[in-house]
Antibody, heavy 124, light 111 residues
Framework: EVQLVESGGGLVLPGGSLRLSCAAS????????LHWVRQAPGKGLEYVSG????????IYAPSVKGRFTISRDNSQNTLNLQMGSLTTDDVAVYYC?????????????????WGQGILVTVSS | QSLLTQPPSVSGAPGQRVTISCTGS?????????VHWYQQLPGTAPKLLIY???NRPSGVPDRFSGSNSGTSASLAISGLQAEDEADYYC???????????FGGGTKLTVL
């Protein structure tokens, strides 16, 4: 059974940093691109970032480019998101999601499995 | 402002058919990129409902169907049931932003 479990969320001060992780199981981790999608309270889904299976390619939404860094550890089956210069606009539930089979990384992907999400709050 | 536009809400009575539109532009749906749909029940993570415009993952009832034409796509739900009450999101790729993009979401109310 595919499982994605996020961790690392919590309260951070404006301008601060936070590192999210997503532990994966139930599939060949290195064979799949993984992504982060967020949802502000009461709002819709927003694409954040993605990384290919080998970890050599990554993409970012304009709203987080230069502040967030995505990475993965294929030996530990873990996806990470290092978030910096956080503002109240970054307050959201962050989901990790797996790109489906037979999709081209960064183009025309869809997400077949999602984690339960983790809340990030930015407040003084 | 989402690059994909959805109506904020739709409603229908049990047994009826409803459609949810997703309007894009020449840099996403109109460029031929696939549209995918997700269902998000209250308090839960999104679930893939339709992929590549018309395909249903295993386990999704055939009451759900997708279509697209030009710069728009639609999700149709027939034989509405109370458990269909949820938020629905379309998703595609946008060549201008060079990332996946989501519609703003549509809240379906079953009357």
């Amino acid at each position: 059974e595919v499982q994605l479990v996020e961790s690392g969320g919590g309260l951070v001060l404006p301008g601060g940093s936070l590192r999210l992780s997503c532990a994966a199981s139930g599939f060949t981790f290195s064979s799949y691109a993984l992504h982060w999608v967020r949802q502000a309270p009461g709002k819709g889904l927003e694409y954040v970032s993605g990384i290919n299976g080998g970890g050599g390619r990554s993409i970012y939404a304009p709203s987080v480019k230069g502040r967030f860094t995505i990475s993965r550890d294929n030996s530990q089956n873990t996806l990470n998101l290092q978030m910096g210069s956080l503002t109240t606009d970054d307050v959201a539930v962050y989901y990790c999601a797996r790109a489906a089979d037979f999709t081209v990384f960064g183009v025309d992907e869809h997400f077949d499995y999602w984690g339960q999400g983790i809340l990030v709050t930015v407040s003084s | 402002q989402s690059l994909l536009t959805q109506p904020p809400s739709v409603s229908g009575a049990p047994g009826q058919r409803v459609t949810i539109s997703c309007t894009g532009s020449g840099s996403n749906i109109g460029a031929g990129y696939n549209v995918h749909w997700y269902q998000q029940l209250p308090g839960t993570a999104p679930k893939l409902l339709i992929y590549d415009n018309t395909n249903r993952p295993s386990g999704v009832p055939d009451r759900f169907s997708g279509s697209n034409s030009g710069t728009s796509a639609s999700l149709a739900i027939s034989g509405l049931q109370a458990e269909d009450e949820a938020d629905y999101y379309c998703q595609s790729y946008d060549s201008f932003s060079t990332t996946s993009v989501f519609g703003g979401g549509t809240k379906l109310t079953v009357l």
